[in-house]
C-alpha cells in the first residue's frame, strides 16, 4: 500500500488534443422509446456478463460507475473500486504475467512507466491527435505508427494490441464494481463518453465492447449530465406555473471543458399520456423533454492546460536559472508536472503557493543535483494561463448567447475538478451575470449517475447512434484471441500466487498452533521439523531461475495439510470438540433465556445471557447484517428489531466497562449505523402510513424516526445523514423553522450535498408558502 501510495503521488496528470464543435444544436429530444440495446446499442461477439439491474459508466482519464437494481431502478447508487474508491484511473499496466487494472495499474506508473498504458479513452484517437495527448500528459509508453499499443513484455513476449485491448479490459473491471446481491437478473449498461470524442473514437469504443463481449448504449458526457440534473430535480424541475427551464451547464474536466446549455420543457399535450420508456404510466419526470441550445467542447481549455501552464513557466525558471535543459518526457518532467498539479491545487484555495522539487535533477552534464524552489501567486499563475483563459471566456459567452436568444439561463450548474479554481468561477459569474452558479450535482459522479438514470429507463436525451467499430472483421478477432491469451495467463498466474500464498500462511498458522495451549497435541518433534523443510522448499522456489507452478505449489500444500492433520489428529479432534460444546452451549443459555422471559412475561428479543464482550460484539456485528438483509427485502419490523438487538449487545453495562479503545470505538459505529438504519426504517413505514391512511397514522412513525435520529447524533453530532433524516421528520410534523435549522447545519458541514440542497429548496418553499397563509388569515382579520 505505501509502494501504490507513493506511485499515486508521483502519477501525472492527464491528456488533451484537438476541439470538437457540436452544430448550434435545436434538434428535439424527446424520451427514447427503445429498449437499452436498440438505437446507440453496441454488442460484444462474446456473451455478456450476468448483470443485474442498471449501470451506468462515466468514461473518462478516470472512470466512475453508477448503478440501481431492478426492484428501485431510479434509486441510484455510485459504486466503489477495490481500495473503495469511487473513482478508477483508465490506466492497464503489464508485469510479468500479471496485468494491473486501474489503481493497482497506476500504482505502477512510476517504476514502469514503459509497461503502463494510462488515459486509455484518449488513445483512441488518430495519430496526430495521439502524438499532442502524448506530449501534453508526457506518456512514454511505447506507440506504433499504425495506431498499435505497445511493444511491451508480457508471459516473456513481446506483445503489441490496439487501443481497444486494454480498454476492454478496464470495461471488464468497472462493471465487476457492481453488486445487487440476489436482485432479478437482466442487464442495461449505458456508457458515457468525452463528448471531444470523434467518430473513429465512438468506433474504437464499440470495438473495445465488442472484445470484452458486452452490450452498451453510448452518450456524450454532456448527455449524461442533462440526464442527471432531471434526475436530481425530479419533478419539481419546472415550476408551477411555467412552461420550460433553461439551464447551462459547465464541466470543467482534467481532459475537457464543455458548455452546454439545455431547455427542458413539459410535452405538449399530443404527446401526454403516451409512456415513452416502455413503463406502464409515465411518471411527471417522464413528461419532460430536452433540448440542447448550445453544445461545445475542447480539449485545449481543460485542467490539464491550466496546469501546464504553471509548468511550463517553472520550466523556464528553472532553466533560466540553473543553466539547463527539463527534458518534459522523462521521469524529471513527469515530477514536474505532477508538481504543477499540487500547486494549481493550492491556488485554488491560497492566493499564492509554492513548487517545490528536491534533488530535481543535475545541473549541467556534471553538475550536483538541484533542489527548485519556486513561488506562484494566483495573478503569476491568470498571466501565464491567459490564452487557455481567454478561450474559456469564449466558449461561456458563445454558450450563453445561445441561451439569451431563447428567453435566458436560470442558472448555471458547474461541474468538475477545475471549478474549483477561483479565475475559473470569475470567467463563469462574468458570463452568467445576474444568473446564479450552482454547485448541486456532484462532479464526480454526475456523469455516471446520469448514464444509469438513462439505463433504467428516464430518457430525456437521445443514444448515440447506433454504428460499426473501427476495426475490421479480421482485426477484431485478432484482437478478441490478443485479450484472450492475456487474460488466461493473468489468470493463471493469479491462481499460482493464491495458492504460493496459501501455503506460507499455513505455515504460519500451524506454527502459532504449535506455541498455543494445547500445541503439545500437534507433535512439535515431528511437526516442527516438517515444517522447516516446506520453508526451505517454500524458499528454494522463490530463488529459483524459473517460477514454480501452480500445480507445485498445489501438491505442497495438500501435502502438508495432510501431515499436519494426520499427525496432529488429537488437536485437531479436541478443537472440533470444544467448538461444539461452544455452540451448544450458546445455544442452551439462549434457549433458556428465551423460556425465562417468556415465563416473566418479558420482552423475548432482550438477551441477557452471560457472555464475553468478544461473543456480544461479533453477535451485534451478525445482527445488524441481519438488519441490513432484511431492510433491502422491505422487512422493516423485522430490520428494526435486529437493529436493537444489535445495540443491546454493545451496550450492556459488562460489555461497556470493559472495552478496549478499538472495541469501544467498534460499537460506536455499530450504533451510530443501527439507530441510522432503524431511522430510515420508520420513515418507511411513515411514507407507506401516509399513502394508506394519511397524515395521522403515519406521525407516530416519524417521531419514532426523529428520535432515532437524536440517537445517533448523540454519538456522531456531525452525522450529516441523521441530520437530513431529522429535518425530514420535523418536516413532515410540520416543524418547518426546526427542519430548515437542520438543513442549514447539515450544508455547513457536506455544501455540495445535492439532497441537502433540494430539501432546502423544497422547505424554503412551503415556509414561504405558510407566511403567504399567514398573511391571507391576517389582512381578513384587520381588513
Known amino acids: 500500500l505505501k509502494h501504490r501510495l507513493r506511485a499515486l503521488r508521483s502519477a501525472p496528470f492527464p491528456p488533451l488534443p484537438s476541439s470538437y464543435r457540436y452544430p448550434m444544436a435545436g434538434e428535439d429530444v424527446p424520451m427514447a422509446e427503445a429498449p437499452a440495446t436498440a438505437e446507440g446499442a453496441v454488442g460484444g461477439q462474446g456473451k455478456s456478463p450476468e448483470l443485474r439491474g442498471y449501470v451506468g459508466i462515466d468514461l473518462g482519464v478516470t472512470c466512475v460507475v453508477a448503478s440501481s437494481s431492478v426492484e428501485d431502478r431510479f434509486a441510484v447508487t455510485v459504486n466503489t473500486n477495490d481500495v473503495s474508491a469511487r473513482s478508477t484511473p483508465a490506466a492497464v499496466s503489464f508485469d510479468g504475467k500479471l496485468r494491473h487494472v486501474g489503481t493497482a495499474a497506476e500504482g505502477r506508473l512510476g517504476s514502469a512507466p514503459k509497461q503502463t498504458f494510462t488515459h486509455l479513452p484518449l488513445l483512441l484517437g488518430s495519430e496526430e491527435a495521439c502524438q499532442k495527448r502524448g506530449d501534453r500528459y508526457i506518456w512514454l509508453f511505447p506507440r506504433k505508427e499504425d495506431s498499435q499499443l505497445g511493444p511491451v513484455s508480457y508471459n516473456g513476449e513481446e506483445v503489441s494490441f490496439p487501443p481497444c485491448g486494454p480498454l476492454s479490459s478496464l470495461l471488464k473491471t468497472l462493471t465487476s464494481y457492481v453488486s445487487w446481491g440476489g436482485a432479478p437478473k437482466t442487464q442495461e449498461l449505458c456508457v458515457a463518453v468525452p463528448d471531444f470524442h470523434l467518430d473513429n473514437e465512438v468506433a474504437a469504443v464499440r470495438d473495445a465492447f465488442a472484445v470484452a463481449g458486452f452490450e452498451a448504449t453510448l452518450l456524450r458526457h454532456s448527455d449524461a449530465l442533462a440526464s442527471a440534473y432531471l434526475h436530481s430535480c425530479g419533478a419539481n424541475i419546472i415550476a408551477e406555473g411555467t412552461t420550460q427551464r433553461i439551464v447551462a451547464f459547465v464541466d470543467m474536466g482534467v481532459s475537457h471543458c464543455t458548455v452546454s446549455v439545455v431547455k427542458y420543457a413539459r410535452k405538449v399535450a399530443a404527446e401526454e399520456g403516451a409512456s415513452t420508456n416502455g413503463t406502464n404510466g409515465a411518471t411527471p419526470e417522464e413528461d419532460i423533454t430536452a433540448e440542447f441550445l448550445f453544445r461545445r467542447s475542447e480539449e485545449a481549455f481543460g485542467v490539464q492546460a491550466l496546469a501546464d501552464a504553471i509548468s511550463s513557466e517553472a520550466k523556464s525558471r528553472i532553466e533560466q536559472k540553473h543553466k539547463c535543459k527539463v527534458q518534459m518526457k522523462s521521469k524529471a518532467g513527469k515530477r514536474l508536472a505532477v508538481e504543477s498539479v499540487h500547486c494549481l491545487k493550492q491556488l485554488s484555495m491560497l492566493p499564492d503557493a509554492d513548487l517545490n522539487l528536491e534533488a530535481f535533477m543535475p545541473e549541467g552534464p556534471e553538475g550536483p543535483e538541484i533542489d527548485v524552489g519556486l513561488a506562484f501567486t494566483r495573478d503569476a499563475f491568470e498571466a501565464s494561463a491567459a490564452a487557455a483563459l481567454e478561450g474559456i471566456r469564449s466558449m461561456l459567452s458563445e454558450g450563453l448567447t445561445a441561451a439569451e436568444a431563447a428567453g435566458g439561463i436560470e442558472a448555471v450548474e458547474v461541474v468538475g475538478g477545475g471549478s474549483r479554481v477561483p479565475a475559473i468561477q470569475a470567467l463563469i459569474r462574468e458570463a452568467a451575470g445576474e444568473a446564479p452558479l450552482r454547485f448541486g450535482l456532484d462532479g464526480a459522479s454526475a456523469v455516471a449517475t446520469g448514464a444509469a438514470v438513462w439505463a433504467a429507463g428516464r430518457r430525456v436525451v437521445a443514444a448515440l447512434p447506433s454504428g460499426s467499430g473501427a476495426l475490421s472483421k479480421d482485426e477484431l478477432a485478432k484482437a478478441i484471441a490478443v485479450q484472450e491469451r492475456i487474460e488466461a495467463v493473468h489468470a493463471e498466474e493469479v491462481k499460482r500466487l493464491e495458492q504460493r500464498n496459501a501455503l506460507e500462511a499455513y505455515v504460519y498458522k500451524v506454527r502459532d498452533c504449535l506455541g498455543s495451549k494445547d500445541g503439545s497435541l500437534l507433535k512439535p518433534d515431528v511437526v516442527g521439523p516438517f515444517l522447516d523443510s516446506v520453508q526451505l522448499w517454500f524458499e528454494d522456489c522463490e530463488m529459483a531461475d524459473e517460477p514454480t507452478s501452480l500445480q507445485a505449489y498445489s501438491a505442497k500444500l495438500v501435502e502438508a495439510e495432510e501431515f499436519v492433520q494426520r499427525e496432529g489428529a488429537a488437536y485437531f479432534e479436541k478443537k472440533a470438540k470444544e467448538r461444539e460444546e461452544q455452540e451448544k452451549a450458546l445455544e442452551k443459555a439462549a ?81 451510530v449505523s443501527c439507530h441510522l438504519n432503524t431511522s430510515q426504517c420508520y420513515i418507511k413505514a411513515a411514507d407507506a402510513a401516509m399513502a394508506s391512511a394519511g397524515k395521522n397514522a403515519a406521525e407516530p412513525f416519524y417521531k419514532k424516526a426523529r428520535t432515532s435520529c437524536d440517537d445517533v447524533l448523540s454519538l456522531d453530532a456531525e452525522n450529516v445523514k441523521a441530520l437530513f433524516r431529522r429535518s425530514l421528520c420535523w418536516e413532515k410534523l410540520g416543524e418547518l423553522d426546526t427542519a430548515m435549522k437542520e438543513l442549514k447545519t447539515a450544508l455547513a458541514l457536506s455544501p455540495e450535498d445535492p439532497d441537502l440542497k433540494k430539501a432546502q429548496e423544497r422547505v424554503a418553499k412551503l415556509l414561504q408558502r405558510q407566511k403567504d397563509g399567514q398573511k391571507k388569515v391576517f389582512s381578513k382579520m384587520f381588513g
Do not use: C, W
Open 591 to 671: 434457549e433458556e433465556e428465551r423460556q425465562r422471559r417468556k415465563d416473566a412475561g418479558m420482552d423475548a428479543d432482550k438477551d441477557d445471557r452471560h457472555m464475553r464482550k468478544e461473543d456480544r460484539l461479533r453477535l451485534a456485528a451478525k445482527n445488524k447484517d441481519e438488519g441490513n438483509d432484511m431492510f433491502k427485502a422491505q422487512k422493516f419490523d423485522d430490520a428494526i428489531r435486529r437493529y436493537k438487538k444489535a445495540i443491546d449487545h454493545v451496550t450492556r453495562p459488562e460489555v461497556v466497562s470493559n472495552m478496549t479503545p478499538d472495541e469501544a470505538e467498534e460499537a460506536r459505529k455499530i450504533k
